[in-house]
């Protein structure tokens, strides 16, 4: 019954490598993000992508990039990983309105950079 | 998108009704509350959403004051399952997910 499938619950990365964080939703959802969370702050949006090839930035872009070439696929890029992305990263997606416009998550990515 | 108000931590007892507030004071006309939960190491899940009116589904009860500047979610008959962190998100309906999810309640059920 998985609907958003994060690749990786876990990675380990040095900093200055390149790192893809991969989402993929069986839903159909027109609309994927890009959450970072860390204790203290919330949930932070990096990204988001209401359809495939869009994107737009999120409150904390920053030392981030994504990829949206097929519907049902969003992936997070990290360029050159720094110690301070370490975090919890978290996709969700969901249905354009009049959809039901609410957010199916995955069940987290946590990165820790090196 | 509106700001919101929880509290950092309740408890409950198990079986008992957990009743979790929200205040969200500066919310527009067309802004929706929406309830979410993240149970540890998981990803938030969605609960339920309301604009005015009360809202009841299978998990839970949105109780939404008349002048619509708080709310209250309900969990009727809490087991030690619900112990999670519940968010609570204002905002429009339109809005492409682009929710801000503050630290929201820490809800501890207890047997």
């Known amino acids: 019954d998985v609907k958003v499938t994060q690749s990786s619950r876990y990675l380990v990365k040095r900093t200055g490598e390149k790192v893809f964080l991969e989402c993929v939703q069986d839903m159909d959802h027109e609309n994927m993000f890009w959450y970072r969370q860390d204790p203290g702050l919330g949930l932070r949006l990096i990204y988001f992508s209401y359809d495939v090839k869009m994107k737009e930035k999120g409150d904390i872009p920053e030392g981030y990039s994504v990829s949206r070439e097929k519907k049902e696929r969003f992936s997070l890029i990290l360029e050159s990983a720094s110690t301070n992305q370490t975090s919890m990263y978290l996709c969700a997606s969901s249905l354009q309105p009049p959809g039901a416009n609410v957010l199916t998550f995955g069940a987290g990515s946590r990165l820790t950079v090196l | ?111």
């Open chain 2, 1 to 111: 998108d509106a700001k919101t108000t929880q509290p950092p931590s309740m408890d409950c007892a198990e079986g008992r009704a957990a009743n979790l507030p929200c205040n969200h004071s500066t919310i527009s006309g067309n802004e929706y509350v929406y309830w979410y939960r993240q149970i540890h190491s998981q990803g938030p899940q969605y609960i339920i959403h309301g604009l005015k009116n009360n809202e009841t589904n299978e998990m839970a009860s949105l109780i939404i004051t008349e002048d619509r500047k708080s709310s209250t979610l309900i969990l009727p008959h809490a087991t030690l399952r619900d112990t999670a962190v519940y968010y609570c998100i204002v905002r429009v309906y339109t809005n492409a997910g682009k929710s801000t999810f503050g630290d929201g309640t820490t809800l501890t059920v207890k047997p």
